[in-house]
């Protein structure tokens, strides 16, 4: 089993900067692609990024791409979730989840294996 824990969400103005860290324990292993998810109270949940287990493959939303940044650091089991100018509309819970690589399309979370329990995120307007 894998466990994940993610950490630095908070409450800021819009135009301000946090930074989401998802630590991974047990039986992790580096060949892990992590994505980053997201939801909205009465919203699915949806695909905000993901980063291959090497970290040289990312791919992001729409929404966010130019104002997030994920990247991961294997010597430290953590990915790392970067986000600049945040918007009200990011307010929500984001999860960090892993998965086997060559399981399906990145950004459906069923295919992914493991999550955290979330961190929330509030952007005031």
């Known amino acids: 089993q894998v466990q994940l824990v993610e950490s630095g969400g908070g409450l800021v103005q819009a135009g301000d900067s946090l930074r989401l860290s998802c630590a991974a324990s047990?039986?992790?292993?580096?060949?892990?692609?992590t994505g980053w998810f997201r939801q909205a109270p009465g919203m699915e949940r949806e695909f905000v990024a993901a980063?291959?287990?090497?970290?040289?493959?990312?791919n992001y939303a729409d929404s966010v791409k130019g104002r997030f940044t994920i990247s991961r650091d294997n010597a430290k089991n953590t990915v790392y979730l970067q986000m600049n100018s945040l918007k009200p509309e990011d307010t929500a819970v984001y999860y960090c989840?892993?998965?086997?690589?060559?399981?399906?399309?990145?950004?459906?979370?069923?295919?992914?294996?493991?999550w955290g329990q979330g961190t929330q995120v509030t952007v005031s307007s």
């Open positions: 047990g039986r992790t292993r580096n060949s892990y692609r």
């Open positions: 989840a892993a998965r086997n690589p060559q399981t399906g399309p990145v950004v459906a979370p069923g295919t992914y294996d493991y």
């Open positions: 980063i291959s287990g090497g970290g040289g493959s990312t």
